[in-house]
């Protein structure tokens, strides 16, 4: 089986410190922090392995910009990642489940 690297872009990044700013400062809840933040390493761990075979997206936004959606594990968040021509995983945005993500694409 093949094994990705699996690189966290700036921009995802920055998008996953805001879930987070927002769990711990507006719903005060130290626990969803820690429980989201896990779940974003597992999927990521998760993603390295699975990542050539997620299928393509139905999204014509995320075709055009060749972009795949993997779901976290256990939260109602995802992410947006490429696999390059260097066979990295490059994930590009993190998004919660109910936004509407196609509207927020950089």
């Known amino acids: 089986m093949k094994q990705y690297k699996v690189i966290v872009t700036p921009d995802a990044e ?3 410190r805001k879930y987070v700013a927002y769990l ?3 719903k005060k ?10 779940d974003f390493r597992d999927t ?3 993603l390295k392995n699975v990542a050539g075979s997620i299928k393509e997206p139905d999204s014509e936004k995320l075709k055009e910009r060749g972009l795949k959606r993997m779901n976290f594990l256990r939260h109602n968040y995802f992410v947006l990642f490429y696999i ?3 066979d990295k995983v490059y994930i590009t945005d993190v998004f919660h489940g109910l936004e ?3 509207s927020k694409l950089r």
């Not at 809840?29 to 896990?38: I, M, T």
Request: net charge negative; hydrophobic share 30%; no cysteine.
């Open 14 to 16: 920055e998008d996953l």
């Open 24 to 26: 711990r400062d507006v």
């Open 29 to 38: 809840n130290p626990q969803a922090v820690k429980n989201v933040l896990e």
């Open 44 to 46: 990521k761990k998760s």
């Open 84 to 86: 390059g021509d260097d």
């Open 100 to 102: 509407d993500f196609e």
